[in-house]
């Protein structure tokens, strides 16, 4: 018997094979009669929510496990080979000066003189290289990542950092070697960063004001990324409270806000004071200027209590005496000058990495993030790191919204922290969530134009 024929008009029957291709591949579609026909899956999709969610949300198991300094490249794998089959990927205007700043991290491989920095080197690079898909990732994430998807996977981090806070009160300096570490080979573990991230503890127990104080780190490798990644998950928990669509308890985060204030004194980290102060007293001048009559009384009277709270408690004197006992600022001041001194030695793509000092000191390029990439990646490194972010600052200014605007301020305390603090790993994506909600927000609301032209890639 000869085939069947279709009698349906050629226009019903061209509109059928169009439903046909564009039905997702787990569909069941009857097989046609003749040759196969391969159906593409529609490369628009949504992006999926699984490698964010377990890149940021369950941190705190990477740290247990040794993992947490590896995850975020891990699990920006199955981010860039999602996006590599879209069609078209918006990037944001400003985005040459984070080019500029791959091409010096590239460029000072060159300046690499030993095994030990040259797996430090490759570690950094990728992270580099992940948070810049990670980026992307968020800023093409429509209803795949929405907004408040990555709102709730920060606020979840900025939870477990507030709970690694009383952790260290509990159980103090106490460590231990994780899964990793036995796995690491040892020619790895001869590296500094490597070797603390595989060996974690929960707090370092330190006598800087005349009585030892444990300083919280959980779930992150040192006391100063815990106090940095607190000033800049905060304004995220403010975010939950503003959006109920974020699906997080309000009462949970307010009583959060508050317990957070206890292991952010304890912690002395007095460039969690200077950055978050600074970030929330914009917000409230930014808040005011705009109208907003009700989050003008909240700041008002979270103003008052903390202000009691200090007064009543031992916690004004802890704050008081910090201050008073600023003897590492001259180490500070030195490690600044030996890191300009070194720059101007290889001014182009600097050293590669951080390098010892034959002061005693930490090694120079650790203090802040603005004099390590200044002296690791040279005066190109530090225009293009420093340019991307302060033009983001710049461009994600406009906010209509009281979650973008947050989002704004969580760049400023980025910047703010850029003098004193590293960047590397767990700010730098704190910084960038923060870059694609804002410069999201702002272009669906205002409609602005934020981004670049659509890339090619994947089409």
Known sequence: MGRALDLAPRGARRRRQDVVTSLDLTDSVPAPIGPVRV??????????????????????????????GFTWIIFAAPMAASLVR???????????????????????????????????????????????????YLLNGKEGVPVRTIIRGFTYLWLATVAGGYLAFLVGDLGFRSPMAYLMPAGLLQNELIRTMVTPSFADLQDIIGFPVPRPKAPFPYTNSWGSMLALLTPFAFMSLTDPRVGLS???????????????????????????GIGLVYAAIRFGVGGDSKAIRNSFLALIFVALLFTITPLGDVIVTRIDTGHSNNDRFELVVDAIDGTMERPVFGWGAPRPNDRHLPSVGTHGQAWFVMFSYGFVGAIGYVGMFATMLWRTRRQPTAVGLWAHVVILVGMVQMAFYLHVPHQMFVMMAAVAVALRLQASTLGDDSFAHRSRLGS
């Not at 430090?120 to 990670?134: D, I, K, N, P, Q």
């Not at 009462?251 to 200077?274: M, Y």
């Open 39 to 68: 159906v593409r899956p529609e490369v628009d999709a949504p992006l999926p929510e699984w490698p964010f969610m377990l890149m940021i949300a369950w941190l705190p198991l990477w740290f247990v496990l040794g993992l947490s």
């Open 86 to 136: 879209r069609r078209g990927l918006v990037l944001p205007k400003g985005f040459g000066f984070w080019v500029v700043f791959l091409v010096a991290v590239g460029g000072s491989v060159f300046s690499i003189d030993s095994a030990p920095r040259l797996s430090g080197w490759v570690l950094r690079t990728g992270y580099y290289v992940a948070v810049t898909v990670f980026l992307i």
């Open 250 to 276: 309000p009462k949970l985060i307010r009583f959060a806000l508050l317990a957070s204030i206890i292991p952010g004194v304890i912690s002395l980290n007095r460039g969690l004071w200077l950055s978050l």
